[in-house]
């Protein structure tokens, strides 16, 4: 049964530095330039821990590194090469993150933890610890709502929080929640049922208060009853400049490709690199072919991987609508510009 209790936010500091005894303490923190960024807390009380805005990166890049050494290589005097494997790391402790990019790593581990698991993947993932901070307040882009991610989540998590104002109402959702609980039960005292009346309603309110609506659903069953006009592919891709930039922020996007870089003669590192579908390189043949159409082809495949593809196999959107392609997209060929343009009466073609 799930547990309930609150933790007080003057406690909040003194949680924090036992939670950082027990792996790697991953939090939102505020940085000099005024970004919100989940990043490595190596001394609670030397960070401004953030808890109001959404971090702009999500817990992949932590989780699933942009560049990872999968290898260490030497090449012996008759040419063979002999290979070392990396595999190390201390517990991920993740604090405050939130429901959409929990959702995120949840799908991530269909990805990288079916058979054959990811090594490197699942040592991270195993020893984790997840914090969820549920959110009271919708970004301005956010569209969790219509992905069935948030604002609040009912599983995954180990403890998810909701701000009270003076307190969090904190929920166990696993067993590694509870034994938290337990491990430090000084900073928590069981909820009352006002406690869990105010949760409720900040809830309820949370999910009113949403400035998007995504129809997610309705852009999957436009592309499954076959009424998408191929011409729609060319009239957003114009606006796609191929920076990539969208799956680089995206907690679920998790393409990658793999390079051996010499350091030295004789040694060298076989290195793991987030790729995306929508650079032009990214289906390039050697001589040069492409035989992708980067006007159109690109972006059909990002999005019919997440609306629809997805949807088919695992019966969710491959999208969690944290917003933040919406956020960095400078060209407006982002997800949500694009079910918008699918949904539209005004322009669905062929009507």
Known sequence: MTGRYILYKDHLRGFLRKLGR???????????????????????????????????????????????????????????????????????????IRPCDLSAILYLDVKFLQRPRDPYYLKRRADSVMIVLGCNDPGENCFCNSTGTGPFLQFGYDLQLTDLGDRFFVETGRVKGEEIVSRWPQFFRPATQEDVRQQYQKSLEARTSFKRTVHVEAAFRIMEQGRLDERIWKDIAIRCHGCGGCAYVCPTCACFTIEDRPRDKGIGERVRMWDACTHHGFTRLAGGVNPVDVMSDVLRQRFMHKLFYDYKRFGRPGCVGCGRCVDICFGGADIVSFVSTLVSTEVVYGT
């Open 22 to 96: 027990m792996g790697s303490l991953i939090a939102p923190v505020s940085t000099l330039q005024g970004d919100v960024l989940l990043q490595e807390v190596d001394s609670v009380d030397s960070f401004d821990i953030e808890l109001s805005t959404q971090p702009q990166n999500s817990p992949k890049a932590i989780i699933f590194p942009q560049y990872e050494v999968l290898f260490e290589y030497t090449i012996d005097k008759d040419g063979r090469y002999r290979f070392k494997e990396r595999i190390h790391g201390d517990p991920l402790i993740f604090f405050a």
